[in-house]
């Protein structure tokens, strides 16, 4: 009946659109009213099919008029009523001409209407999917006429949607951003109906509480406005609420007004004409059951109190075989479930064996590798070191160079990947101790200057003086990741600017908050590969790979050392422009701070570090592993008095056996060489040696072995390993093996003598 007086109040708006015509085209419309006022007549007694004669006729009287406005609204009538009597093809071919008409009108508006009225005899089909589209069509167009209501329409039934088909939690969500502008309109139907739509969501995932209160506002507004087909579902759903939340009375009340609405509506819809014959007879037939006897109406009670005696029975016994039915069901599915979970343990057993199996044998393939890799580059490194150091000519010492840039490019690979693995795997810790930020970032830009030097470009660095002087914080990998940005930013900026800044954020009394940024007005990074670069071996382009070299997994590790200390690398970039790199970093603040310590300018550090005619105080090899070399001491040791040292050199491979040896004969110590343990046990038994420098992996008895002997005889003696392993697991093992220290192979000199120093000293054996 709604549906049907909806149809009308459109028609009738149809015709408050004015017409400049004829006089005969003025008798057309007065007979298209006069259609009109017929169908409200008829549809008042429920007269569908005759009211359907009266739109069909009103629309080639529209026709006549070859008004395109007046045809269109025509045309959805004729729709609505097609889909009142579910034939929905033609009210498809209606629609779809009013829609037609709309677009040709560039009625953007009542094109509006018409898609939204398209999509709800799609609704009506269960044809979701296109109903969406054209809810979609409508919504937009009236986002852009600035139409909220009808946007609000739009959004009620995309939540009636997302309700059949299932999703509750959408369903709310939208009709929720309608809900406002739907209680604003004249017509109360479309608030009280979505209202009952929240509700029933509510209902649906079992929020019983909102679910009443919504749908009650609803059943009110139907009820004072006498919307009965609302009133009597919102009855109904009221009733069912009740019953989940235990308040049967409240239940049964709203389940009897359902039903009395119900049974109202079911007598109204029944197209019949009674004449006073009939209902004559109906007020006799009333009569006759009033006046039934009150012995009738006893029997009547019994009868009934028996029926529900019965029905009782029957209910408590299908109730305790469905229990028993359930009980079994239970224990079936259960059963079930137990072998399916020990199926998929026995599953994720296994699956987890072989992932550690691979991680094991990933580690002893990175181990094994590196190992081989690091035996002949110790060579390459070392025999390059000696040749620079024998006065080679200019043409010489080119080559000499370059040859010991290779090496070192090749040693820094093989520790990048050494350390993304040992980051991947959560193996890598934080180490930390004190120390002064801006003294280590001081450093870190002292490393990188002479690249910059050469690149021409300027390094600017502005430090914030309210930090204060020493933090709590992991000061090697901070400064491997500045090493990384830095030297980036270096590499892809010339002639150009950097800056190097460290903002205080926020400080407590136990922490402090910087943010630090490397930005640079360099090539620039676009936006589709801003995200790709901090993946493995990624450079943004091969064009860039070709140009600037490098592995691309700089940025990567930068990133995973990040996630270790806590925080996470953000990136702003334009091609052209630059790049600004940035993280904020929580530190700890010691409790006793120590005294400013001397710290060289910015400025006196890039005089000292300006290339010139014959010298280069840090070549690019040496920036390149410079997260490796920079240390707490400010003091690099490039060579060593050893004179009168005796040293032990524990080797199997010749040609390292003739650089070790070299080396350490060069700067003054007489050497004795072993090529394997034992031959190291006995010699050592034999005559007395202030170092031992021994390796590890040998034939016969190893390093570590060949060490525990010695110990059993000589605690005091200095024995160092210089060894090719991955260091990584095993340092303390080393250690805990009666170890002194350890060099790994291939090392830089001033590591070397700067750790056989060190051993002497902790040996009361001080060099002079």
């Given amino acids: 009946m709604k549906h049907l007086y909806t149809l009308i109040l459109l028609l009738l708006l149809t015709f408050s659109h004015s017409f400049s015509q004829t006089k005969k085209l003025l008798t057309n419309e007065e ?42 609204n025509t045309s959805v009538a004729v729709a609505k009523l097609y889909s009142i009597q579910k034939d929905y093809a033609a009210a498809e071919v209606n629609m779809l001409r009013a829609i037609q008409e709309y677009r040709d009108l560039k009625n953007k508006e009542y094109l509006g209407i018409a898609y939204r009225e398209y999509a709800q005899l799609f609704i009506l089909q269960g044809k979701y999917s296109r109903a969406k589209d ?19 329409y739009v959004l009620k039934e995309k939540g009636r949607i997302a309700y059949e088909e299932g999703d509750y939690i959408t369903a709310i969500e939208v009709i929720n951003l309608a809900i406002e502008d739907l209680s604003d309109s004249p017509d109360k139907y479309p608030y009280a109906h979505a209202l009952y739509l929240i509700g029933k969501s509510h209902f649906a995932n079992f929020n019983y509480e909102f679910a009443e209160k919504n749908v009650q506002r609803s059943f009110e507004i139907s009820k004072r406005y006498k919307y009965k087909n609302l009133q009597a579902d919102t009855a109904l759903l009221l009733s069912q609420v009740s019953s989940q939340l235990n308040d049967d009375k409240k239940a049964v009340r709203y389940l009897t007004i359902s039903n009395e609405i119900n049974k109202e509506l079911s007598l109204n819809s029944k197209n019949i004409s009674l004449d006073e014959e009939a209902l004559r007879k109906l007020e006799e037939k009333d009569e006759v059951i009033t006046n039934l006897s009150e012995v009738n ?25 469905l229990l028993t039915l359930s009980l079994y069901k239970n224990n079936k599915i259960r059963d079930k479930a137990n072998v399916l979970l020990l199926k998929q343990r026995d599953e994720l057993k296994e699956a987890k064996e072989k992932a550690e199996k691979a991680t094991r044998a990933k580690a002893q393939f990175l181990s094994t590798i590196t190992h081989e890799l690091r035996t002949p580059l110790y060579a390459v490194t070392g025999l390059t070191n000696l040749l620079l150091g024998e006065n080679p000519t200019k043409e010489q010492k080119q080559h000499l160079n370059s040859l010991k840039f290779s090496g070192d490019y090749l040693l820094s690979l093989i520790n990048n990947i050494l350390d993304l693995n040992k980051l991947e795997a959560n193996k890598a810790g934080l180490r930390v101790d004190k120390f002064n930020l801006k003294k280590r970032i001081l450093e870190v ?10 690149s021409n470009v300027n390094v600017d660095f502005e430090f914030d003086d309210q930090i204060p002087n020493l933090l709590n914080g992991d000061s090697i990998k901070l400064s491997q990741v500045l090493i990384n940005l830095i030297g980036n930013a270096i590499k892809f900026t010339k002639n150009g600017d950097i800056w190097v800044r460290v903002i205080k954020n926020s400080e407590t009394s136990k922490t402090t908050n910087l943010r630090i940024e490397i930005e640079d007005n360099g090539l620039g990074i676009s936006k589709e590969q801003q995200e790709l670069i901090f993946e493995n071996f990624s450079q943004g382009s091969l064009d860039i790979n070709r140009e600037f070299g490098g592995t691309g997994l700089g940025l990567s590790i930068t990133k995973q050392i990040l996630k270790l200390m806590g925080s996470s690398i953000k990136l702003e970039s334009e091609i052209g422009k630059g790049s600004k790199f940035y993280f904020d970093i929580v530190f700890e603040i010691p409790e006793i701070q120590e005294g400013t310590p001397e710290i060289i300018p910015l400025e006196d550090i890039k005089k000292l570090t300006m290339p010139s005619d014959g010298q280069e105080n840090l070549k690019d090899s040496e920036a390149i592993s410079a997260s490796k070399t920079i240390e707490d001491s400010p003091t690099k040791i490039e060579s060593l008095k050893l004179d009168n040292r005796h040293i032990l050199v524990v080797e199997d491979n010749k040609i390292n056996q003739m650089i070790t040896r070299k080396i350490l004969e060069k700067n003054g110590a007489t050497c004795v060489v072993a090529d394997n343990g034992e031959k190291a046990v006995a010699v050592c038994n034999e005559l007395e040696f202030d170092l031992v420098l ?24 200095p024995i160092i390993a210089l060894t090719a392993v991955t260091l990584e697991d095993d340092g303390k093992a080393f250690y805990d093996n009666g170890f002194s220290a350890i060099i790994p192979k291939p090392f830089k000199q001033e590591e070397f003598f700067e750790t056989i120093k060190l051993a002497l000293n902790a040996a009361d054996k001080p060099l002079t």
Wanted: glycine letters at 4%; proline letters at 2%.
């Fill in 297 to 321: 109406l006893q029997q009547e009670k019994d009868i009934k109190l028996n029926t529900l005696i019965t029905l009782l029975s029957i209910a408590f016994i299908t109730i305790l075989s």
């Fill in 134 to 152: 054209y809810l979609d069509l409508a919504e937009s167009i009236f986002e852009e006429e600035q139409l909220p209501l009808n946007k609000a």
């Fill in 31 to 72: 007979t298209i009213k006069i259609k009109i006022n017929t169908l409200v007549n008829r549809s008042k007694n429920q007269s569908v099919q005759e009211a359907q004669n009266n739109l069909q006729e009103a629309l080639y009287l529209s026709k006549g008029l070859n008004d395109s406005f007046l045809i269109a």
């Fill in 445 to 454: 830009i002292t490393a990188l200057n002479y690249s910059a030097n050469k």
């Fill in 694 to 717: 021994m390796d590890i992996h040998m034939p016969g008895i190893g390093g570590i072995e060949a060490t525990k002997q010695i110990r059993e005889f000589n605690s005091t003696l």
